[in-house]
């Protein structure tokens, strides 16, 4: 599973500027998509100590205390700059860093969406909860017509929360990827935009 990184080539990136305005707040009925703020540092860095975490994504290996501020900070803005999107992802009244979950920039009315959880909140439906949110963003205010997942074929857990999301299986996509410098396979999963509202309700964006 790919998350903006800031390093990442494989796509055309849609430079947007700074018109953009200021990222919002997405709301659900069970999560809110927040941007990332400096004070998240702590709780990255102690969620991407995880090996699982770090098996499936593309974080650095060590993950040090610089990769999480690069994250919260560099990242995440020059993300919003162009075109795409990094949320942290909390429970809807505030609490602690259950995910995180991205938006790439887009390009020819399609994009590409990336998430990871927390290890101590896997299995409660967050993490597609919060891919709900942000599907709905995605096809109601940014007009696009399609959303992808490229995930691994292996990743359990990542598959359940697209399903659970609405995404649909459309095939094995054969070394696709680098994955710390091997090829990597993946399962191509996407959502169509007029195709209904995600389970979980439209967000509210403030």
């Given at each position: 599973?790919?998350?903006?990184?800031?390093?990442?080539?494989?796509?055309?990136?849609?430079?947007?500027?700074?018109?953009?305005?200021?990222?919002?707040?997405?709301?659900?009925?069970?999560?809110?998509?927040?941007?990332?703020?400096?004070?998240?540092?702590?709780?990255?860095?102690?969620?991407?100590?995880?090996?699982?975490?770090?098996?499936?994504?593309?974080?650095?290996?060590?993950?040090?205390?610089?990769?999480?501020?690069?994250?919260?900070?560099?990242?995440?803005?020059?993300?919003?700059?162009?075109?795409?999107?990094?949320?942290?992802?909390?429970?809807?009244?505030?609490?602690?860093?259950?995910?995180?979950?991205?938006?790439?920039?887009?390009?020819?009315?399609?994009?590409?969406?990336?998430?990871?959880?927390?290890?101590?909140?896997?299995?409660?439906?967050?993490?597609?909860?919060?891919?709900?949110?942000?599907?709905?963003?995605?096809?109601?205010?940014?007009?696009?017509?399609?959303?992808?997942?490229?995930?691994?074929?292996?990743?359990?857990?990542?598959?359940?929360?697209?399903?659970?999301?609405?995404?649909?299986a459309?095939?094995?996509?054969?070394?696709?990827?680098?994955?710390?410098?091997?090829?990597?396979?993946?399962l191509?999963?996407?959502?169509?935009?007029?195709?209904?509202a995600?389970?979980?309700?439209?967000?509210?964006?403030?």
């Amino acid at each position: 599973m790919r998350i903006p990184s800031g390093a990442d080539h494989n796509r055309p990136m849609t430079t947007a500027g700074s018109d953009r305005g200021q990222q919002p707040t997405l709301t659900g009925e069970r999560v809110r998509l927040r941007p990332w703020r400096r004070d998240d540092v702590d709780a990255v860095v102690a969620a991407c100590q995880d090996p699982e975490l770090q098996r499936w994504t593309q974080v650095p290996v060590p993950y040090r205390r610089e990769d999480a501020e690069g994250f919260v900070g560099g990242i995440a803005s020059e993300t919003w700059a162009s075109g795409g999107a990094l949320f942290a992802v909390e429970p809807r009244n505030g609490g602690p860093l259950l995910a995180s979950i991205g938006l790439f920039p887009p390009s020819d009315g399609f994009s590409e969406a990336g998430y990871w959880t927390v290890a101590e909140h896997r299995g409660r439906g967050y993490t597609a909860a919060a891919l709900c949110v942000l599907t709905d963003w995605v096809f109601g205010h940014l007009g696009l017509r399609r959303l992808e997942l490229h995930v691994d074929p292996a990743n359990v857990g990542s598959r359940r929360v697209a399903e659970r999301a609405g995404f649909v299986a459309e095939g094995l996509v054969r070394q696709r990827f680098l994955h710390r410098g091997h090829p990597s396979d993946v399962l191509l999963y996407a959502r169509l935009g007029g195709s209904g509202a995600a389970p979980g309700g439209i967000p509210s964006a403030v």
